[in-house]
């Protein structure tokens, strides 16, 4: 077990309270007697006590007058005295239990002041976001050891547990990312020998002679190419996989649009061709300069355009065009295929580029499409798919194709701010 | 160009690749030699060769020591490197190093061939000085004047004079890729302090008033994750 030894606990917070309330009672009476007592006296000192019958007669005598003795002091007689006495204990008493009772209240509010903000200052920080990449809460100060004291030092134990589980994770997590990346760099060489020799017997093939063998062997070898190239791409696809799992920084670059678009459609024309399909790409005018990873969209866009082929009947458009998405403006990069459309998940086309590891297709788009998902993540960017509607008269649903697309937020390249070193700002 | 036959040294550790690079450049009408490991390398790139092709991955070091090894000895013979690893950081470490050129494993070999091809045709013609043209422009650099068209007719470009530098260097170079930082280099030069983004800004300035279109350079063409190239002419 991890964490600090927890300590021996001592007096709790109910047991602390009550001892704080006793307190305050026996402080608040000791306090109250005394008080009375003061008063009592400074009363007493005040009169001169007479004879009842006495302060009679002489108020008789001298009717109006203020009856003072000889020292000035006010003559009462006893039972006046006593009258007038519990006339001001009631006050005193009202006055004193007030008090009291706003000293106790006061002093049980400070208490449990200490006590609530400690719980909150402990709830707050355990209720920090925890971010990937970021330090887990804590550690919590522990301080005194009561309940609170030992509910920190309970997290504190949670917490070590947590790092040390999320470290393994992580470690593993690596593990497995460096093993995907090898694994796709060595099957580079095998590949390249493959290609390699796939092309000298197309050249060889050639020169057969006969008119129906060399077709044969030409398709054949036409076959195994676009198959090569397809596991080509199915390892760089793995690659990226593992590199942008691992949270690789985007390489950030301008990026004009049009030559983007250009260089996919350009990269893909082949095979599009063998497996005759025409293929276009249609940029918007004024479509801005992107701030953007540009050979991963390029990665992104050649698989989405190797996707659209496979499903296209005759044609695949690559559309480029400024949009505004729900995280601000952007451009959209979207295909467009004439096939059956995207398969249906009840009634929306299932969901792009998640891969979904049990329900195999009979092709290799489910990595291309989870790139395609992953790079336009990584940029703050969205994926998606959509059919586009067929009007069909007997109500059957069918589709005219289906559009794939991601969108990239628009981060245009900062204007550039005048250098006073540089010749081309100094002569102007 | 010398008459005979352009001469290639392939450095490659994979038997199965080198023989069928051996063969597919023979076959193209090279003069091939072969060797196996880096320190085989360094004793035969000794000899004059028109060419080297290496591969990075070798059994007893880095390929790209070698090509910083040449280009520290003074020697401008063409370096197009093939490799495996396959990030921007790497392609941009080769070019870097001196290489003229890299091509990605696994490659097709017509593919190979015609980039060798295109290689040795541009190393003989650097030019220093005078008139250049590339495409349909044209650099005058004695007057430090550069336009589309005919010699000094037609459209003349109103450049700034690190855009000219930036056009007059590319021009020179019509193919190869550079890396920002060599081009920060090679245009600022060695005491410029500025970064990658000076050059993206010089060129995207360049590209709005020399490209057609400059959402879709046709002139000066970006290398993804790497940098810039002058895009080659169909001569």
Known sequence: MTGAPRPKRRHGIGARLTFIVAGVVLASMVLAFNVEGWVARALTLDFAFVDAEELAALRRERPGEDLVDERGRPMLSYEEYQQLARQRNVYVHLGLGLVGVSFALGVGFIVSRRVTRRVRALAESVAQPVQSGQELPGPFRVGRLDEIGILASALNDMRDRIKALVAELERQDRERRDWIAMVSHDLRNPLQALTACIDRASEEGEKIRDDQRRETMGRLLGTARLDVDRFRALTIDLLDIARLDAADALNLEPVPPGELARTATHAMRVLAEQQGRTIEAAVAPRCPELLADGRRLLRALENLLRNAIQHAERSVVLRVERTVAPFGPALRFAVEDDGQGLPLEGDAPVAIGKLRLHKSRDDSAGLGLAVVRKVAEAHGGRVGGDNRPLREPSGVRRFAGATVWFEVPLREVEAFEDDPDDPDDADE | ?235
């Open chain 2, 1 to 235: 160009m010398t008459p005979s036959e352009p001469r290639i040294l392939v450095v490659e550790d994979d038997s199965r690749i080198r023989t069928e690079l051996l063969d597919a450049l023979r076959h193209a009408g090279f003069d091939v030699s072969v060797v196996v490991t880096l320190g085989m390398a360094r004793a035969a790139a000794e000899r004059k060769f028109d060419l080297i092709l290496l591969n990075l991955g070798l059994p007893d070091g880095d390929g790209s020591e070698l090509v910083r090894e040449l280009r520290g000895a003074g020697r401008a013979v063409p370096i197009l490197i093939l490799t495996a690893r396959d990030t921007p950081e790497q392609r941009v470490a080769g070019l870097e190093a001196g290489a003229d050129d890299y091509v990605v494993k696994p490659f097709h070999l017509p593919e190979l061939v015609a980039r060798v091809r295109g290689l040795l045709r541009r190393s003989g013609r650097d030019v220093e000085g005078g008139f250049a043209r590339h495409k349909d422009l044209w650099i005058d650099l004695e007057t430090r004047r550069a336009g589309r068209g005919e010699d000094g007719s037609a459209e003349v470009f109103t450049l700034k004079p690190r855009e000219f530098d930036l056009l007059a260097f590319l021009i020179r170079h019509p193919g190869r890729a550079w890396t920002r930082d060599q081009l920060l280099d090679r245009v600022w030069g060695n005491d410029y302090k500025g970064d990658a983004r000076t050059v993206d800004l010089h060129v995207r300035r360049l590209r709005a008033k020399i490209e057609l279109d400059s959402a879709d350079p046709r002139y000066i063409e970006t290398v993804w994750g790497v940098g810039y190239r002058m895009a080659e002419g169909t001569e």
